[in-house]
């Protein structure tokens, strides 16, 4: 089924014909998605002479307008009628003489692309307001890293808070090499030194092995200063799987596989980090 997409514009100077593009709506003959640029609105409403309000009903129930008509068409498609019942340049038409002309939808263009939400925040992007596709791209990445600690706390920090140092920040009084505090989730010793570092992989590349090198550089110090072979003291990195083929998973993949210094466990495994602190009877030792 062909997709198409309208733009929604204000009418900013009725005269000269100027406008500002505020949204889009993009559709298949019975199916639509729409979505506004606040950023953009505020914009307009600083450029039209109406009413903030007013404005704000407008598209409001231009967007009622929208959902109503989904929902008319889902009645249609599941009820024993045959409707020809679908978005074209005359509904569109309606929409703009609804508004009172204040706002106009351009006419329908196809556009190969599927009607899917990451397809849909492309062309919002692209067309309305490139900061929205970043502002998704920002919130899904914190949902992910706020979801990553959670599990590192429950699953690990909480079992062995009581036991061992706990995002301990190392500075360099403790190693005199580092030149900013460095932040461990956990570490401790009873025997050997056992210890684990959080680092998402949804950072840049550079980001991820300036940290890497530093944890690195911590465990040699720590491993020197207190008389442990850094092939008996037992390391972690956690760190969940980033997307494949990307620079980030190869880096990930590559430390992973490698399994000598540092051995990697995601987020749900680093309940068997807590267990191995728990079964060897790790204490602090960092005065």
Known sequence: MKSFYTLIKVRTNQLSGDSLTIGVVVFNEFKFK?????????TAKSLV??????????????????????????????????????????????????SNGIIEFTTPKFIALKNTENEFSKIFSMFV?????????????????ENFHK????????????????????????????????????VGKNGVLIGAKSISFNQSKDTIHKNLNTYISIIAHLSKKYHKGLDVNQFFLIADEPKVNTDEYRLWNSI????????????????????LILSKKASTFIE
């Open 49 to 98: 002479d109406i009413e903030s309000k007013f404005f704000d009903l407008i598209i409001k129930e231009i967007k009622q307008n929208l959902e109503s008509s989904n929902k008319d068409f889902d009645s249609y498609k599941n009820g024993l009628l045959n409707v020809d019942y679908k978005f074209n340049d005359l509904y569109f038409n309606y929409l703009s003489r609804y």
């Open 256 to 275: 992973r596989k490698e399994d000598d210094i540092i051995k990697v466990k995601t987020s749900e495994e680093s309940t068997s980090i807590a267990e």
């Open 34 to 42: 729409v979505q506004f640029s606040k950023q953009k609105i505020s």
């Open 151 to 186: 599990r590192i706390k429950t699953n690990l920090i909480d079992r062995v808070e009581e036991k061992v140092h706990t995002n301990i920040k190392l500075d360099n009084d403790i190693i005199p090499t580092l030149i900013n505090t460095f932040e461990l989730d956990c």
């Open 129 to 145: 307001d490139k900061s929205i596709f970043t502002e998704d791209l920002n919130s899904e990445k914190k949902i992910i890293e």
